[in-house]
């Protein structure tokens, strides 16, 4: 039997459309851009959704053919010519594999352009432009989506990972391959249907181990397994993405013939029975540092969230703890310029920092701190983190020490906090920390669990703040939860 052609392609990115700086190529090069083996030799045995699809067709009567994949840190909407330079690239390498049996594409789901607003829908369709009708498409989404009718019209079958913080990655690449198998070889026909809510659920109440959506996934699955539903996705969506389709969805995937009415409606009825469970506490750091917690613990700072598109450059939970004489605090600030002096200076060197010109919540009094370390921050992750990445580069690092004998690490690169790996890169005295500030919302849960036995989700102010109402959105729809009341 001749082999099946399977290309692999994407474009993953998240784009928060209120951060000011915009994503272009060289964000691109910072993180991934993979051409043909590049892509099997990065992801062949990390803990991602491409690792999860390789290892599904191994050993099957599938031809391989890895093509493009393209991934920047979340950042700003991405330029024209970035767009059109990326989007170029990988048709490019389509047309060069043709003919294919099947296209398996890595799409996050939350993209934006200056030119299109639903870039996902976009580049999936001219996915679909250039491969055969009878050509399976298959992907990949991450929940944090905002999925539009003109992605599952480009494809024949999206799954989303099912936990957040996203360790289920390479899981649901070969729930993908597994999928394909069946469509390829046993001729099954799968239907897709999106259903869209008129709600945005917080990013504070996205955490898939707890409530509301602990419970929330468990009827949900109860649901479709009941009612002859081949797999459901629960897409928590993003909510700093002013694009139509942002909000809370369901990609329902089930056999062709299978009617899906009544199982919509009670997928329907589900969601909307937690609609008063989508907005969160909003907690301050005030009220954060007047209680007593088990120690170290980790304290997100959910309005500089660089996972979701923020600069990582706020000192405000900082601030706040250094006013307070707070001692024994870890907190990662991107700030370039900051290295780029530090390199010059020997270790040891006592000098005044400041940074008030990074961002405007940031106090204007200078920290006086004494120079600690200065590395390369590059590190590795083997363990399930979020975002399923191995190799990690946070450019030239440095490590201070405040005048409060707090611990800043400096760095040149926007580097999500994914790992607790980035604390062994300089010498921070891990042992000694009693908190321990990260850049983000859910994915810092996992990589400092082993580190902090608590955690608290802080409001703070910033381009991805948990009070989304606070943002001025042009294109969503309306009425939605929590801008509006939904009466029906």
Not at 94 to 113: E, Q, R, T
Not at 347 to 367: Q, R, W
Request: proline share 4%; hydrophobic share 40%; glycine share 6%.
């Amino acid at each position: 039997m001749t082999k099946k052609r399977v290309a692999i392609v994407g474009l993953y990115n998240e784009s928060n459309t209120f951060c000011k700086k915009g994503t272009e190529w060289s964000d691109f090069e910072d993180g991934h851009l993979l051409v043909g083996r590049e892509i099997l030799d990065e992801y062949v045995d990390a803990f991602h959704e491409i690792g999860g699809f390789i290892e599904g067709v191994m050993d099957s009567n599938m031809e391989l053919l890895p093509v493009f994949f393209a991934e920047a840190t979340p950042g700003g909407i991405i330029g024209r010519e970035c767009y059109e330079r990326l989007k170029a690239s990988l048709i490019e390498g389509i047309k060069s594999v043709l003919p294919l049996d099947a296209v398996y594409v890595v799409a996050h789901g939350a993209a934006v352009s200056e030119t299109e607003r639903d870039m996902d829908g976009d580049w999936l369709s001219a996915v679909r432009t250039c491969v055969r009708d009878d050509t399976c498409i298959v992907g990949s989404l991450d929940p944090h989506a905002n999925v539009s009718q003109k992605m599952l019209d480009a494809t024949d079958a999206l799954l989303a990972y099912r936990t957040n913080p996203h360790l289920d990655q390479r899981e649901t690449g070969l729930r993908v391959a597994i999928l394909l198998r069946k469509m390829l070889f046993d001729n099954m026909k799968i239907k897709q249907e999106l259903i869209q809510f008129p709600a945005s659920m917080s990013i504070e109440q996205q955490e898939t181990d707890v409530e509301p959506c602990l419970s929330l996934y468990r009827e949900l699955n109860e649901i479709v397994s009941r009612n002859d539903g081949y797999d459901m996705s629960f897409i928590l969506g993003f909510p700093y993405a002013d694009v139509l389709e942002m909000g809370s969805s369901i990609v329902l995937l089930s056999e062709r013939d299978v009617n899906t009415t009544g199982l919509k409606d009670k997928l329907k009825a589900c969601v909307a029975s937690y609609y008063d469970r989508f907005v969160g506490a909003r907690v301050t750091i005030e009220a954060v540092l007047d209680r007593h917690w088990q120690k170290p613990l980790l304290v997100l700072d959910m309005g500089d969230n660089v996972g979701g598109g923020a600069m990582g450059n706020s000192s405000y939970v900082l601030d706040k703890m250094e006013e307070r004489h707070i001692q024994n605090v870890y907190c990662c600030i991107y700030a370039p310029e900051l290295v780029l002096e530090m390199d010059k200076l020997a270790l040891g060197t006592e000098l005044d920092i400041s940074f008030s010109t990074y961002n405007p919540v940031n106090a204007k009094a200078a920290y006086r701190v004494t120079l600690m370390d200065i590395q390369d921050g590059r590190f590795e992750e083997k363990e399930p983190r979020h975002g399923g990445q191995v190799h990690y580069d946070m450019g030239r690092v440095a490590l201070v020490k405040t005048a409060n004998s707090n611990w800043i690490l400096l760095t040149s690169s926007r580097t999500p906090p994914f790992s607790s790996k980035q604390l062994e890169v300089c010498a921070v005295p891990i042992e000694k920390l009693e908190w321990i500030v990260a850049k983000g919302v859910n994915a810092p849960i996992a990589a400092f669990s082993s580190i902090c036995t608590e955690h608290v989700k802080v409001h703070t102010p910033g381009e991805c703040s948990a009070d989304a109402t606070q943002f001025s959105y042009i294109h969503r729809r309306r009425p939605m939860l929590p801008f509006e009341i939904i009466t029906d």
